[in-house]
């Protein structure tokens, strides 16, 4: 396939690290130096669905396509209003769509997973053009006390829109059960049989484990696509990584071998927005006219699971 349209949504509220600082035994000094973050948006008066379908419209636009048109959407969602129905359904309605349609829960891989699905999809010979949309809000999983996880993340949707096309080079996914290390329980109905005690948890992420178990899936995936596309680093135009962390991305781009131009970024101002994050990163660069035709994008990024994929595609 290839990707003919992108399009974001951010929600209007900009906190910044000195508001956080009012309510948590944090600083602007200790975020920015540890993460790289200055600043993320987060949901207030807006739902989630309302930025994914804005996100999802702005794409359609992008690349000139009628909701009509679309064969398929998946949407990489982790949380939302409804357990049931699924987020893609909502998206489906409110454009106008006609298509089938799934969520995916991918964590933070979600758009990378969606991108391989959505080659399979089109490989089967049974569809062409294929909407996939990202929106999460983690600002919902975290708990607002806890400083060493709240400060990280940010709300945000992206939609890119494919079709046929020969540009999807690479893709390496992969899986390895630590389910520990970053999760979220949540709290439904349970049966009068039910003998389990009823949790509703926050997000518990132990961070120096997540940091290690990203930095070396992120290399091992974007070495896999590089061997598996036989390109080298110095032909990659653009390495569009998972904004959790800039010390992860640093770490990355030190294996690279490869200049700061090629990496861009904009956790700064909106930290890890989850699946949404690369995506979100896309739509920028895409839309400040920084992609060529031709050019090598490779996209990586890691979440809980833990998961991990990367892609290498032709812009
Ligand atoms: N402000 C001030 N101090 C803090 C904060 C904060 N927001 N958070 C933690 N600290 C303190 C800790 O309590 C600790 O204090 P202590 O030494 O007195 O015990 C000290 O800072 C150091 O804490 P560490 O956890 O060792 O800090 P570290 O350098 O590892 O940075 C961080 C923590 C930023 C979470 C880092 O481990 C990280 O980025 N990990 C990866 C997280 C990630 O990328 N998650 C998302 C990927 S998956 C997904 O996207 C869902």
Same mark, same amino acid.
């Given at each position: 396939?290839?990707?003919?349209?992108?399009?974001?949504?951010?929600?209007?509220?900009?906190?910044?690290?000195?508001?956080?600082?009012?309510?948590?035994?944090?600083?602007?000094?200790?975020?920015?130096?540890?993460?790289?973050?200055?600043?993320?948006?987060?949901?207030?008066?807006?739902?989630?669905?309302?930025?994914?379908?804005?996100?999802?419209?702005? /794409? +359609?636009?992008? %690349?000139?396509?009628?909701? =009509?048109?679309?064969? $398929?959407?998946?949407?990489?969602? @982790?949380?939302? #209003?409804?357990?049931?129905?699924?987020?893609?359904?909502?998206?489906?309605?409110?454009?106008?769509?006609?298509?089938?349609?799934?969520?995916?829960?991918?964590?933070?891989?979600?758009?990378?997973? /969606? +991108?391989?699905? %959505?080659?399979?999809?089109? =490989?089967?010979?049974? $569809?062409?053009?294929?909407?996939? @949309?990202?929106? #999460?809000?983690?600002?919902?999983?975290?708990?607002?006390?806890?400083?060493?996880?709240?400060?990280?993340?940010?709300?945000?949707?992206?939609?890119?829109?494919?079709?046929?096309?020969?540009?999807?080079?690479?893709?390496?996914?992969?899986?390895?059960?630590?389910?520990?290390?970053?999760?979220?329980?949540?709290?439904?109905?349970?049966?009068?049989?039910?003998?389990?005690?009823?949790?509703?948890?926050?997000?518990?992420?132990?961070?120096?484990?997540?940091?290690?178990?990203?930095?070396?899936?992120?290399?091992?995936?974007?070495?896999?696509?590089?061997?598996?596309?036989?390109?080298?680093?110095?032909?990659?135009?653009?390495?569009?990584?998972?904004?959790?962390?800039?010390?992860?991305?640093?770490?990355?781009?030190?294996?690279?071998?490869?200049?700061?131009?090629?990496?861009?970024?904009?956790?700064?101002?909106?930290?890890?927005?989850?699946?949404?994050?690369?995506?979100?990163?896309?739509?920028?660069?895409?839309?400040?006219?920084?992609?060529?035709?031709?050019?090598?994008?490779?996209?990586?990024?890691?979440?809980?699971?833990?998961?991990?994929?990367?892609?290498?595609?032709?812009?």
């Amino acid at each position: 396939m290839k990707i003919i349209g992108t399009g974001r949504s951010h929600p209007s509220l900009v906190v910044t690290n000195e508001m956080l600082s009012q309510i948590l035994d944090t600083s602007d000094e200790w975020i920015t130096t540890r993460t790289g973050i200055k600043e993320r948006r987060v949901i207030s008066s807006e739902n989630l669905e309302d930025l994914a379908i804005d996100a999802a419209k702005k /794409a +359609l636009a992008d %690349a000139n396509m009628e909701a =009509k048109d679309l064969d $398929y959407i998946i949407c990489a969602n @982790v949380v939302n #209003e409804f357990i049931s129905p699924a987020m893609s359904c909502l998206i489906q309605g409110a454009i106008g769509a006609n298509c089938p349609c799934f969520d995916l829960n991918g964590a933070c891989v979600g758009f990378i997973y /969606a +991108l391989e699905i %959505a080659e399979a999809f089109y =490989k089967s010979g049974k $569809y062409k053009n294929i909407l996939v @949309v990202c929106a #999460e809000e983690p600002s919902r999983m975290v708990d607002w006390h806890d400083r060493t996880a709240s400060v990280l993340f940010g709300d945000g949707a992206a939609a890119a829109v494919l079709t046929e096309g020969d540009n999807i080079k690479a893709t390496k996914m992969s899986a390895s059960c630590s389910w520990d290390r970053l999760y979220q329980k949540h709290e439904l109905q349970y049966s009068p049989y039910n003998t389990k005690p009823n949790s509703n948890l926050p997000l518990v992420m132990h961070g120096q484990d997540v940091f290690m178990f990203a930095t070396r899936a992120a290399i091992r995936d974007i070495s896999a696509v590089l061997k598996q596309s036989g390109h080298t680093p110095d032909e990659v135009d653009h390495f569009l990584i998972h904004q959790a962390n800039l010390r992860i991305i640093n770490n990355i781009k030190q294996y690279v071998k490869q200049p700061d131009e090629k990496f861009p970024l904009n956790i700064d101002r909106y930290g890890n927005t989850s699946s949404a994050s690369v995506p979100i990163l896309l739509d920028e660069v895409n839309k400040e006219g920084r992609l060529k035709r031709g050019d090598l994008i490779v996209m990586s990024a890691f979440g809980a699971g833990f998961v991990s994929g990367a892609c290498i595609l032709e812009w």
